[in-house]
Structure formats: C-alpha cells, structure tokens
T-cell receptor
C-alpha cells in the first residue's frame, strides 16, 4: 500500500523560530520519489523539492532543509528562522512506478506570527 | 518551462447546470493528465487519470457520468461537471506529465455552485 502520513495538522510559531514538518511514508517499491509542496492561500501548489529513493543526502536551500531517512521512512522538512511569508499548507507526496500515482499526505498548516 | 494553465480560475454556476474546466500544458506535450479535487482544509484527492486519446481512468468513488474528462490532444484536457450541485463546490486542480514521474500542476479552479 502507498501511504503518506503528516501527523501534524497545524503548527503555530512566532517569527524567527525554527520549525520541522514531519512526513512518514509507506511503499513496497524500491524506486520511488518524495516531494514537498507549499500551498499558499491562493491555492496554487508550489514545488519545493524532489528526492528519489536512492539519494539519501540531506539538502539545504536557503532557510529550507530536508532530512531523508530510509531507515525510518521519513522525509522531514525544516524551516529555519521562519517568516510570516512561510505561512501556508505544506504537503508531502509520494510517487512510485508500481503505483504510478502521486499520493499526498493530509498536509500541515503552518502559521507564522509576527 | 513546464507551465500548466487552467481556465477559468474561478466559476460560479447555478445548481443543475454544467461547467467545463480546461487544463493546458503550454510548453510540453502532456501524455498524461490528472484531475484532483480539494475540499477546504483537506488534501488533494485524485479524481481521474487521462491519457491522450483514450478514456480516463477514474478513482474509486468518483462518478464518471458526473465528471466527464476529455483528453483530446497532447496539450489539452477538460473536466466537465455535469448537473452541478452545491456539494460539487470545490477547488479543482489539474496536473500534466510528459514522461516519467514529474508532474506539473495548474493553478486550480475554484467552483462554487449556488
């Protein structure tokens, strides 16, 4: 079965705090891709990152960083020094060739307060 | 590159009428297009997958006679909500894929049925 779990429904932080969004996935395929998307109030999905199952290197892009651990089937996303503009819903998603569909987690709503 | 457009961005229609939503890949040929539905504060749920020139494959629980999908060309797919009712009010998002796993999302269409 293919499944993505984002256990945190809502997170509220004060500006400049660091925040980590959790993502746990399930798949039987050995080749798969993991994604993070941001959905601001406008509704348009913004692609943030893609990782394939063979690349466990962590990635940093500005204030964003991602920690991929196959041993725990997790692909967590950290925002350092959060800003009000980071307020949005963040989705983790999984694609595998065997299933051939992109499966989304329930999303985490992040509110960053000034 | 890899831009997907949707039209209209929002639409209001009366109960019982039909409404058509267009999804276009602007700079690539989309062999496969996907239609998602998103209710407020919920995740994206895949409704159907369509391949150019063939019938769409609907997810379990999606009424194919109510949500008509046509993928007549490599750059255009349409979703027609027939005999719309207030419960069909939702945010509809399309995505397009050329080959492999990479999907590009449209900006979404907000449908309100009165």
């Amino acid at each position: 079965a293919q499944k993505v779990t984002q256990a945190q429904t809502e997170i509220s932080v004060v500006e400049k705090e660091d925040v980590t969004l959790d993502c746990v996935y399930e798949t039987r395929d050995t080749t798969y891709y993991l994604f993070w998307y941001k959905q601001p109030p406008s509704g348009e999905l913004v692609f943030l990152i893609r990782r394939n199952s063979f690349d466990e290197q962590n990635e940093i892009s500005g204030r964003y960083s991602w920690n991929f651990q196959k041993s725990t089937s997790s692909f967590n996303f950290t925002i350092t020094a959060s800003q009000v503009v980071d307020s949005a819903v963040y989705f983790c998603a999984l694609f595998s060739g065997g299933y051939n569909k992109l499966i989304f987690g329930a999303g985490t709503r992040l509110a960053v307060h000034p | 590159g890899a831009v997907v457009s949707q039209h209209p961005s929002w639409v209001i229609c009366k109960s019982g009428t039909s409404v058509k939503i267009e999804c276009r890949s602007l700079d690539f040929q989309a062999t496969t297009m996907f239609w998602y539905r998103q209710f407020p504060k919920q995740s994206l749920m895949l409704m159907a997958t369509s391949n150019e020139g063939s019938k769409a494959t609907y997810e379990q629980g999606v009424e194919k006679d109510k949500f008509l999908i046509n993928h007549a060309s490599l750059t255009l797919s349409t979703l027609t909500v027939t005999s719309a009712h207030p419960e069909d009010s939702s945010f509809y998002i399309c995505s397009a894929r050329e080959i492999g796993y990479e999907q590009y999302f449209g900006p979404g269409t907000r449908l309100t049925v009165t």
